[in-house]
């Protein structure tokens, strides 16, 4: 039986006092493309940073490909393909020449490097720019580039840290599309985010992390439909109009209520929540929606995911 691609168990990160990964454990299956979303300072890349043998993991246990990330930091870089935050690409060097350089680095022969390389470039819609510049590449081709680079080597697991971060709508839906397309062809995906849309449009599983600890796990529309339920009413009313109906709602079996700064979220109203929402009848004030991943986040810690 082939080893599971990422296994930990009491995982923690220490920087000085600071308990940046807090007594994690989570396990990463063979085929899936598995979450890390939190807001910032949660502790996401520092969890990628030892999965990817970039830091040194402080206590518990960390397996990626079933060997120890304390002793097998070698075997372990050649089965992943890495995505980092920030592209770290050859400026000067066009398209092509930036991925021989990572196909010699993996030890590809000359012949295995140049099909390897066409394959890559093909897969990312990037053959007619092999030969130009990478400083002249828009955000989201140097995302793709990086993306093909990982690949070069065909790594069992593929870790992307934050891999939409900065790029236009169109350019991320672009890159999703894309690691669609790898995850169908078996590929095993671990990324961060702190797009809730993001991660429940790509990930199988998910954890949310919050101050180093992971709050919850699960696929993200049962997540959703546990924590947030299907409807979510968002109250945008002063404290007069509020108050008789935060009275009205908090008779109602069930409901959950949760003020942050000047909007109301309210879960698990049903009919009460759609007949407010109905008889104020201006969604700038009474909006009901269907519930999303910061709902599950703001059920669990009592405040907003970006703040
Ligand atoms: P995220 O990726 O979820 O935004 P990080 O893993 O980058 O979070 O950071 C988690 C915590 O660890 C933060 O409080 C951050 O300031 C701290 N941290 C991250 N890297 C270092 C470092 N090299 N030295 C000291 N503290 C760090």
Known sequence: MTALPVEASGLVKLYGSLRAVDGISFAVRDGECFGFLGPNGAGKSTTIKMITCLSPITEGRLLVDGQDVRHEARAIKSALGVVPQDDSLDPDLPVRQNLEVYARYFGLSKQQSAARIDECLALFQLQEKANEKVDDLSGGLKRRLVIARALIHEPRILVLDEPTTGLDPQA?????QKLRLLKSQGVTMILTTHYMDEAAHLCDRLVIMHRGKILTEGNPHALIREHAGDHVLELRLGPEERSPLLGELSGVPDVA?????DIVYVFG???VAQRIAEAIGDPSLAFLRPGNLEDVFLRLTGRGFLD
Request: charged share 40%.
């Open 269 to 271: 109203a049903g009919e």
């Open 172 to 176: 991320r839906h672009h890159v999703w």
């Open 257 to 261: 209520i949760e003020e942050v700064e």
